[in-house]
């Protein structure tokens, strides 16, 4: 079974996904925010799931940013549509530095850093690993 990870923003969605083992955190791709459930609906159909992490938007001094309140309304969303599906939050401070750092060290050409997609579905995948990280 696999845990999936949310990089939610207004626009766009970062998705990363697990080894069916729960070991390797892989980005998987970006989604148009609006049609977030939709994707999820179709992935959940072909992908067994057992949890859903998903980035909790902090500023430095620990109190969430705005994007919270459209969080807690997709949460209740996630948890009525997919009641079997564990739903865990993850701080996401930093994940978007460190994902473009990662893009830099990995030798991605300017070009590529500037995809602001990439950016999401690698701060995504971050969020999961920081979680299996925790978890263990």
Do not use: C, W
């Amino acid at each position: 079974m696999k845990i999936l990870a949310l990089d939610y923003g207004k626009k766009r969605t970062g998705v990363a996904e697990t080894d069916d083992l729960q070991m390797i955190a892989s980005p998987l791709t970006t989604v148009q925010t609006d049609v977030l459930l939709d994707f999820l609906d179709k992935y959940l159909k072909e992908n067994q799931v057992e949890t859903i992490v998903i980035g909790e938007p902090l500023r430095e001094d620990g109190t969430h940013n705005e994007l919270e309140t459209d969080i807690i309304r997709l949460i209740k969303k996630l948890n009525k549509k997919f009641p079997s599906i564990k739903i865990e939050r993850e701080d996401e401070r930093y994940t978007s530095k460190m994902a473009f750092q990662s893009l830099i060290e990995g030798g991605a050409g300017r070009k590529k850093r500037r995809d602001k997609s990439l950016t999401d579905r690698v701060s995504a995948a971050i969020i999961l690993q920081d979680y299996l990280n925790r978890k263990k």
